[in-house]
C-alpha cells in the first residue's frame, strides 16, 4: 500500500481514486496506516456485515474470516475493468495498473 501512497499524484493525473479495503475495524485501519507513517487517501472498513464487499468481489476467504489480496480498476460506468487476485505475499507492480488506465 505505500507503494500506492508513493504513486498518488500519478494515479490523480490518471483521473482515478485510490482506496484500501479491508475487513479489519477502523480503529484498526487508524493503527496501520499510523504504523506505514501515513496513508492519505481513503480506508475502508468492510467490517459489518463482515466481508460483505470483499464477497461480492470474489475476494473474500470464508474459511479464515480475511480476504485475498487484490486490486480491483472499477470504471466511470461502475464495471469492473481489472480484477487481480493474487497471493497475499506480492503485489504487481503499479505499472499494470497504469496500463489498464490508459486503455479506459
Same mark, same amino acid.
Given at each position: 500500500?505505500? %507503494? =500506492?501512497?508513493?504513486?498518488? %499524484?500519478?494515479?490523480?493525473?490518471?483521473?482515478?481514486?485510490?482506496?484500501?479495503?479491508? $475487513? /479489519? %475495524?477502523?480503529?484498526?485501519?487508524? @493503527?496501520?496506516?499510523?504504523?506505514?507513517?501515513?496513508?492519505? &487517501?481513503?480506508?475502508?472498513?468492510?467490517?459489518?456485515?463482515?466481508?460483505?464487499?470483499?464477497?461480492?468481489?470474489?475476494? =473474500?476467504?470464508?474459511?479464515?474470516?480475511?480476504?485475498?489480496? @487484490?486490486?480491483? $480498476?472499477? /470504471? !466511470?460506468?461502475?464495471? $469492473?475493468? &481489472?480484477? /487481480?487476485?493474487? *497471493?497475499?505475499?506480492?503485489?504487481? *507492480?503499479?505499472?499494470?495498473?497504469? /496500463?489498464?488506465?490508459? !486503455?479506459?
Amino acid at each position: 500500500m505505500p %507503494s =500506492y501512497e508513493a504513486d498518488l %499524484s500519478r494515479f490523480g493525473g490518471a483521473d482515478t481514486q485510490v482506496l484500501g479495503v479491508s $475487513v /479489519d %475495524s477502523i480503529p484498526s485501519h487508524v @493503527a496501520w496506516a499510523k504504523s506505514l507513517g501515513g496513508i492519505t &487517501y481513503p480506508l475502508l472498513a468492510d467490517f459489518e456485515p463482515k466481508g460483505a464487499v470483499a464477497k461480492s468481489f470474489g475476494a =473474500y476467504r470464508d474459511a479464515d474470516g480475511i480476504t485475498e489480496r @487484490a486490486l480491483f $480498476v472499477i /470504471d !466511470k460506468a461502475g464495471n $469492473v475493468a &481489472y480484477a /487481480d487476485i493474487h *497471493d497475499i505475499k506480492t503485489q504487481p *507492480d503499479n505499472e499494470t495498473i497504469h /496500463d489498464v488506465l490508459r !486503455k479506459l
